[in-house]
Structure formats: C-alpha cells, structure tokens
C-alpha cells in the first residue's frame, strides 16, 4: 500500500466514533472498522474525487470505512470488468456492496449487462445486487412501458418466495416503479397487497413501513409536496 493510502488510513482510524462502532456491531458488519461518521466520510471523499487508482489501493485494506470512502473517489468508467468482479469478491459488507451498486456499478456505461449477469446467477448475494441495479434503473425513469411490464411480471412470480436477501431489494424494485411511474401507482399497491410481503414489520419511529402500499403511498405524498413546492 503507498504513502498516501497509508495517511488516508491513519485518517479515518483518527475519525473514529463510538456510535457509528455500535451501529455496525448491532448491524453485524464485518470487521475491521473504524466507525467513521459519514459527514466526515462525505469530506474525504470530496477532497480526494476521481482518484481511482487511491480508491483501488484503500479497497484492498478491506476496512470498511476505507471501502465506503472508496466508493466515493471512484470514477466508474475508469474500472475494468476485472476491477468490478473484483470489488464484488472482496467485501462481505451490504452496507458496502449496496453503496458500490448504487454509487459506482450502476453508473457504468455496461451496467445493464452487469444487472443480467447478477440477476443470472445462483448466488443469493448477487442476485440482490442484480436488484439493486434493477432499482438504479427504475429510478432513472429510463425504463421502457416493455422493461417495466417485465420488472413487473417477475416480481409477481418471485417476491414471495424470494429469500430474504434478495426480497427486500426486489420489494423495493416494485415500490420504486409505482412512485416513479404515476401511471404503475395503483398496480404496484394492488400487488403489494396481493402478495402481502413485509407487512407489520416493526420500524422505528418516524420511519416508513417496508410494505409496498404503505411505503409507495407516503413516498408519493412526499413527491407530490415537493412539486409542490418547487411550482
């Protein structure tokens, strides 16, 4: 590991907060960690953009503050297939791996072929990355009446049965077309109530419910004051 790696890891180790320690224990995140707040987090990665190749070099100490910290300087394009797969392989985190879909992958120029991959394959794991990207796409209003009739279709026959892994993510898939998409609105609460997945979980105050007719219907309320708003 060079100089500046080496200093930037000193860095986050001198950031460390015994809160944010706490909440990666109770998440079980892996180990190792410094619990690094995300403003100060957000700072770093500000000072330090577009640094690839630093981003490659903190990945490697597989700390999952460097790795976060990481996804902030990388520049998506800049990454070879082998750097991505490589990425993918070397972190057990789904703070982190949600973050590197949702930052880095899904702002690839190939990151559809990246999303059939993931949904392709055996692995639970990439499987809900596969999602993740599907998620990405959805919100990026991008998808075709054809794409979304497909997303639809298949979460229909899946979301049930999914494991849990992937399920949360694919029930997010179907909350973010019925917000996105006002004319999908009242199918994709129809479905919720239909296949009943995640209803009456408990969630902390001020926090929304993970069940889709519940989570669409305030996120659309939310959407619609903002418009508000702004006009």
Known sequence: MNQEAQTILQEL?????????????KNNEPEPFFGVMMGPLRKLGKEHAKKT????ELWASKNLDAQLLAIMMMEPNKL????????VATT????????????????????QSWKEEFLAS???????????????????????QADLEAIF??????LQTAPELVQWTMNRAL???????DEWTEACIALGHELNVLKGIPVPPGCTSPFAPEWI????KNKEARARKQS
């Open 175 to 181: 909350v973010e077309i019925g917000v996105t998409y």
């Open 80 to 87: 070879s297939e082998d750097d991505v797969r490589n990425l």
């Open 153 to 158: 279709a298949r979460i229909k026959r899946e």
């Open 122 to 144: 055996d692995s639970e794991l990439m499987q809900r990355l596969g999602w993740g990207l599907e998620v990405r796409y959805i919100v990026s209003k991008k998808a075709s």
């Open 53 to 56: 190749d630093l981003a490659l």
């Open 13 to 25: 180790e001198d950031l460390s907060n015994p809160s944010r320690i706490k909440h990666y224990q």
């Open 92 to 111: 057990q985190s789904l703070t982190v791996l949600d973050e590197l879909i949702s930052k880095v992958i899904s702002k690839r120029d190939d990151a």
């Open 217 to 220: 219907t305030v996120a659309r």
